[in-house]
Protein backbone atom coordinates (compact mmCIF):
# COMPACT_ATOMS: atom_id res chain seq x y z
CA UNK A 1 0.00 0.00 0.00
CA UNK A 2 1.62 3.28 -0.71
CA UNK A 3 2.24 5.97 1.16
CA UNK A 4 -0.52 8.98 2.24
CA UNK A 5 0.14 12.57 0.95
CA UNK A 6 0.95 15.16 3.20
CA UNK A 7 -2.53 16.46 2.40
CA UNK A 8 -4.32 13.15 2.65
CA UNK A 9 -3.25 13.14 6.36
CA UNK A 10 -3.95 16.51 6.87
CA UNK A 11 -7.56 15.56 5.28
CA UNK A 12 -7.82 12.67 7.91
CA UNK A 13 -6.61 14.98 10.98
CA UNK A 14 -8.94 17.57 10.01
CA UNK A 15 -12.20 15.10 9.89
CA UNK A 16 -11.17 13.34 13.06
CA UNK A 17 -10.89 16.68 14.70
CA UNK A 18 -13.97 17.99 13.18
CA UNK A 19 -16.04 14.86 14.08
CA UNK A 20 -14.44 14.78 17.77
CA UNK A 21 -15.58 17.95 18.02
CA UNK A 22 -18.83 17.57 17.01
CA UNK A 23 -19.00 14.44 19.14
CA UNK A 24 -17.72 16.57 22.72
CA UNK A 25 -20.38 19.34 21.71
CA UNK A 26 -23.42 17.11 21.55
CA UNK A 27 -22.35 15.30 24.50
CA UNK A 28 -22.17 18.25 26.45
CA UNK A 29 -25.69 19.42 25.58
CA UNK A 30 -26.60 15.60 26.74
CA UNK A 31 -25.03 16.59 30.10
CA UNK A 32 -26.46 20.03 30.19
CA UNK A 33 -30.29 19.28 29.30
CA UNK A 34 -30.52 15.27 29.91
CA UNK A 35 -31.40 13.04 26.66
CA UNK A 36 -33.04 15.35 23.87
CA UNK A 37 -33.16 14.10 20.72
CA UNK A 38 -32.13 14.79 18.33
CA UNK A 39 -28.80 14.92 20.22
CA UNK A 40 -28.06 11.51 21.38
CA UNK A 41 -28.57 10.08 18.35
CA UNK A 42 -26.40 12.54 16.53
CA UNK A 43 -24.11 12.05 19.34
CA UNK A 44 -23.96 8.01 18.28
CA UNK A 45 -23.70 8.69 14.86
CA UNK A 46 -20.83 11.17 15.37
CA UNK A 47 -18.99 7.87 17.13
CA UNK A 48 -19.64 6.18 14.63
CA UNK A 49 -17.88 8.82 12.53
CA UNK A 50 -15.35 8.72 14.54
CA UNK A 51 -14.61 4.90 13.97
CA UNK A 52 -14.77 5.08 10.08
CA UNK A 53 -11.99 7.58 10.35
CA UNK A 54 -10.09 5.68 13.08
CA UNK A 55 -9.88 2.77 10.52
CA UNK A 56 -8.25 4.74 7.50
CA UNK A 57 -5.99 5.97 10.30
CA UNK A 58 -4.93 2.33 11.36
CA UNK A 59 -5.46 1.06 7.63
CA UNK A 60 -2.11 3.70 6.78
CA UNK A 61 -0.03 3.28 10.14
CA UNK A 62 -1.57 6.80 11.53
CA UNK A 63 -1.27 7.12 15.11
CA UNK A 64 -4.85 8.07 16.39
CA UNK A 65 -4.85 11.01 18.76
CA UNK A 66 -7.11 11.34 21.78
CA UNK A 67 -10.60 13.59 21.27
CA UNK A 68 -9.45 17.03 23.02
CA UNK A 69 -12.77 18.61 22.47
CA UNK A 70 -14.42 17.65 25.83
CA UNK A 71 -14.87 20.41 28.62
CA UNK A 72 -13.79 22.77 25.74
CA UNK A 73 -16.47 23.33 24.03
CA UNK A 74 -19.74 26.15 23.78
CA UNK A 75 -22.70 25.58 25.99
CA UNK A 76 -25.79 27.20 25.44
CA UNK A 77 -28.55 28.37 27.11
CA UNK A 78 -31.03 26.44 25.87
CA UNK A 79 -31.70 22.67 23.31
CA UNK A 80 -33.10 25.55 20.89
CA UNK A 81 -29.91 27.21 21.37
CA UNK A 82 -28.11 24.18 20.88
CA UNK A 83 -30.03 23.11 17.52
CA UNK A 84 -29.59 26.61 15.96
CA UNK A 85 -26.04 25.98 16.39
CA UNK A 86 -25.91 22.35 15.08
CA UNK A 87 -27.83 23.90 11.72
CA UNK A 88 -24.84 26.18 11.64
CA UNK A 89 -22.18 23.61 12.63
CA UNK A 90 -23.89 20.88 10.31
CA UNK A 91 -23.38 23.63 7.16
CA UNK A 92 -19.62 23.99 7.92
CA UNK A 93 -19.34 20.38 7.78
CA UNK A 94 -21.13 19.87 5.04
CA UNK A 95 -18.48 22.34 3.33
CA UNK A 96 -15.82 21.11 5.12
CA UNK A 97 -16.22 17.86 3.18
CA UNK A 98 -17.07 19.13 -0.19
CA UNK A 99 -13.70 20.33 0.27
CA UNK A 100 -11.79 17.28 1.75
CA UNK A 101 -13.42 15.25 -0.77
CA UNK A 102 -11.43 17.57 -3.21
CA UNK A 103 -8.05 16.73 -1.97
CA UNK A 104 -7.32 13.13 -2.32
CA UNK A 105 -8.73 10.44 -5.19
CA UNK A 106 -8.48 7.45 -2.65
CA UNK A 107 -11.52 5.03 -3.25
CA UNK A 108 -11.12 4.61 0.67
CA UNK A 109 -11.09 7.91 2.24
CA UNK A 110 -13.23 8.94 -0.53
CA UNK A 111 -16.05 6.32 0.20
CA UNK A 112 -15.75 7.38 4.14
CA UNK A 113 -15.39 11.07 3.40
CA UNK A 114 -18.81 10.60 1.22
CA UNK A 115 -20.71 8.57 3.58
CA UNK A 116 -20.10 11.10 6.32
CA UNK A 117 -20.78 14.40 4.37
CA UNK A 118 -24.20 12.33 3.47
CA UNK A 119 -24.75 11.70 6.81
CA UNK A 120 -24.36 15.31 7.96
CA UNK A 121 -26.08 17.00 5.13
CA UNK A 122 -29.05 14.53 4.94
CA UNK A 123 -29.58 13.50 8.28
CA UNK A 124 -28.11 15.87 10.96
CA UNK A 125 -28.88 19.03 9.19
CA UNK A 126 -32.58 17.84 8.74
CA UNK A 127 -32.83 16.76 12.57
CA UNK A 128 -31.43 20.15 13.78
CA UNK A 129 -33.49 22.49 11.47
CA UNK A 130 -36.54 20.34 12.72
CA UNK A 131 -35.46 20.68 16.64
CA UNK A 132 -34.63 24.85 15.62
CA UNK A 133 -37.90 25.34 14.80
CA UNK A 134 -40.03 23.26 17.50
CA UNK A 135 -42.12 25.44 19.59
Known amino acids: MDQ ?46 IEALCGLFTRYGLPISENPWPGKVERYPSVRAACEAGVAAEIANGEMYERLLGMTQRPDILIVLQNLCE ?17
Open 4 to 49: LTDSEIRVLHEALDDEYRAWATYNQVLADFGDVRPFSNIRDAEARH
Open 119 to 135: ASQQRHLVAFQRCAQRP
